[in-house]
């Protein structure tokens, strides 16, 4: 009987064992690659990026957009100039020189309305330089090998029981399905900030038409500052996903294989919960809301 059950067990082993070997192979490509392309996505710039969604954006933003903005500026410069006059007591104490103020005002306006793309693309090109000279600095290797962190994993698996190894499948099963889900967070943070990169410089102009006045240009120096953050948000994510690499390359493994491939995931999710902070940190730095 004995014998009979020692062929069992040892099956059993062999079929867990095979299984947490499929479940561990490859487990965080998907991760790797994700996080592999944080570096290149983040430090381009949004003509570069995608060169198809960058010329429609620019389309609409120029055709579009621009005559909203026209309107928009007419008003504001309107407003400006009925402010400036009632200023000085009611127009009681009228001085000549604040229509040449009111004109200079005006002509800044437009210039900035009429290049507004170009101020806008400034800011990122302003940005993609500082994160391109911070990536040969502060990035290393984020690659995860499970094979290569954990040795010589077969025999260390079958000289465990039946019961541990159980344990280790079920949780292996349920790491590919996280690390599925992190891979997919991570390519929602960072595709997603170039998305709202595209649609906020869309609608450019119309913050921009509103710079000359006092009231009304908190709207255009917002904006401004929500530029800044989208910006030097690649930077913040730069900085997380060099922490992280610094993280997963001190990960060693004891007795405890469990311990050392859920520290993988621990640290993995920490990255994700970093990435979505970075937004609120940049606009928070840049006082942006």
């Known amino acids: 009987m004995n014998f009979i059950w020692d062929k069992i067990t040892e099956w059993l082993k062999g079929l867990l064992v095979g299984g947490i070997v499929s479940n561990l192979s490859g487990l965080f490509d998907s991760i790797n690659t994700r996080v592999s392309d944080v570096a ?130 079920f949780q292996s099963s349920l790491m590919g399905i996280i690390a599925w889900a992190l891979s997919i967070c991570i390519f929602i943070i960072v595709y997603g900030r170039m998305i709202e990169i595209y649609m906020t410089t869309a609608l450019a102009p119309i913050p921009m038409a509103t710079m000359i006045n006092r009231e009304w240009g908190q709207m255009g120096q917002n904006y401004l500052r929500s530029l800044f953050a989208l910006g030097f948000q690649a930077f913040l994510i730069m900085v997380c996903v060099s922490i992280y690499a610094v993280l997963v390359q001190g990960i060693t493994v004891g007795s405890d294989i469990g311990a050392a491939l859920w520290t993988c995931i621990g640290y993995t999710v920490l990255l994700c919960f970093t990435l979505f902070k970075t937004s609120s940190i940049a606009k928070s730095l840049f006082n942006a809301h």
């Open 40 to 169: 290149a996505t983040v430090g381009t710039t949004p003509q570069a990026w995608n060169g198809g969604i960058f010329n429609m954006i620019r389309s609409l933003s120029e055709n579009v957009v621009v005559p909203i903005a026209g309107i928009i500026l007419t008003f504001v410069a309107c407003l400006e100039l009925i402010q400036m006059l009632i200023d000085r007591n009611n127009m009681h104490d009228f001085d000549t020189f604040l229509f040449f103020k009111w004109i200079f005002k005006t002509f800044a306006a437009v210039t900035i309305v009429t290049n507004t793309w170009n101020i806008v693309m400034a800011v990122f090109d302003v940005a993609q330089h500082v994160v391109g000279q911070a990536a040969g600095v502060i990035v290393g290797d984020t690659a995860l090998d499970v094979t290569a962190l954990l040795g010589d994993m077969e025999a260390a698996l079958m000289a465990m029981d039946v019961g541990p190894l159980f344990g280790l499948w």
